[in-house]
């Protein structure tokens, strides 16, 4: 966390030492909340908040905005994600919203190149659609039901997300290894983001609480010898 201090920097809260315990240390240094280092030129770089960064179980420490972006912008199919992850475990699970007038076209074209292991009839389902798109909410309802009880193809997802930031500096323990897959997930209606599309993450976890738990229930769709 980057600390600051000097005459242009207030000395402390008045009259509220509450305050004055959360913002500076014991040296009377402020806690700006960012987290950031410095360069080889010797430049302050700020590259995320302290409240969006969450310690595993095993120590790793996670910038959940930069695992969320990375998925999002690197994989069209994905239009909302919800990453989750505490001291308690220590992985990353996801509710990942999917693009609901391109879900057909994508299923199909993961089948084609590596459905093998997919369900036949659940298969037979997706290639013989006759539209395009999704036509009505219960095949909508009805297609989120089978992708989230069909391991295989909730594994060709995760496994083609990968491929897709392969080469774009996640690590590892900052991937996704089990995700809950829904259309529009989360609206302003409901309260779990913005009017300017921020994640409310206290509203997004309760929502979806139950999803989480039988997620780290199930476990990890991969271990490292398969990705």
């Known amino acids: 966390e980057i600390l600051v201090r000097g005459p242009i920097v207030f000395e402390r809260y008045f009259k509220n030492e509450e305050l004055n315990k959360q913002f ?8 700006t ?13 700020i590259i995320d908040r302290v409240k969006n960064v969450l310690i595993l179980s095993n120590g790793r420490c996670i910038s959940i905005d930069k695992v969320e972006n ?7 199919i994905i239009n909302q994600i919800y990453c989750f992850g ?4 220590n992985y990353l699970v996801g509710i990942i919203g999917l693009d609901a007038n391109y879900i057909i076209k994508y299923l199909r074209k993961l089948f084609d190149e590596g459905g093998d292991n997919v369900d036949r009839k659940f298969k037979e389902l997706i290639m013989g659609f006759k539209y395009k798109k999704i036509q009505t909410k219960e095949q909508l309802k009805e297609l989120k039901f089978r992708i989230n009880n069909n391991l295989e193809v909730k594994k060709l997802i995760l496994r083609d997300f990968d491929k897709n930031i392969e080469n774009i500096g996640l690590q590892q323990y900052e991937k996704i290894q089990n995700a809950y897959f829904e259309f529009e997930p989360f609206s302003v ?11 409310i993450r206290e509203r997004s976890f309760k929502k979806f609480r139950y999803e989480i738990e039988d997620m780290y229930n ?7 010898a398969n990705l």
């Open 24 to 31: 500076f240390d014991k040296d009377g240094w402020f806690k």
């Open 70 to 76: 990375t998925y999002f912008n690197n994989n069209s």
């Open 189 to 199: 209606i409901d309260n779990t983001i913005t009017p300017t599309l921020r994640s």
């Open 33 to 45: 909340g960012d987290i950031g280092y410095i360069d080889d030129n010797n430049n302050l770089n």
């Open 86 to 89: 505490n001291d308690q475990k």
């Open 218 to 224: 199930e476990g990890k769709l991969f271990f490292k």
